[in-house]
């Protein structure tokens, strides 16, 4: 089942869901141990009276995985079992696939939760993903080229295989 999402965060402040046609959203919540997102709780609770899916995520940014993680369930434990929790990994939070799996463990021991865990395509490569993937679902990034896409594309350019250890991505974001 092919269905729209969008990523958002306080780069979009301001932005009304209403007036946009989605599926799902998934909103920026935190980063390291310090950034509450002040958009996250208001785009969570329009998505609850618009009834669409949501998602909340953490922004790792290489810090001590456990107290990342801790920082993250402190600030959204009322979201787990209702929106699907997400771990973006990139830019200067890459500092290994064995603290992304701390930081994994640490929110699954806090709320039962696994995380999904969003990276790029060309970060697959980059690392050992193998003792993740079974428990932590794949969206990836990966783009045609650098032109804009604005809206759904209903079958949207993907490179077909080599995910590493995952089959294919849960969530595939193409622009």
Known sequence: MSMRGIDISTYQRG?????????FAIIKATEGTELVQDTCDPW?????????RWGFYHFFAGGDPIKEAEFFVTLTKNYFGKGIAVIDYEAYGMTGAANVKKFVERVHEL??????????RSVIKADDWS????TCP????????????NGHQSNPWIQD????PWA????????
């Not at 932005?15 to 046609?21: G, R």
């Not at 295989?161 to 590493?164: E, K, N």
């Not at 849960?170 to 622009?175: C, G, R, S």
């Open 131 to 134: 003792a993740i993937a079974p």
């Open 44 to 52: 969570v609770q329009q998505c609850i009276q618009l009834g669409k």
């Open 15 to 23: 932005l009304d869901l209403s007036k946009i046609d989605f599926d």
């Open 161 to 164: 295989g080599d995910f590493g």
């Open 138 to 149: 794949l969206w990836v990034a990966q783009y045609a080229n650098d032109e804009i896409v």
């Open 111 to 120: 709320t039962g939760v696994w995380c999904v865990l969003y990276m790029s």
């Open 168 to 175: 294919s991505p849960a969530i595939h974001q193409y622009t």
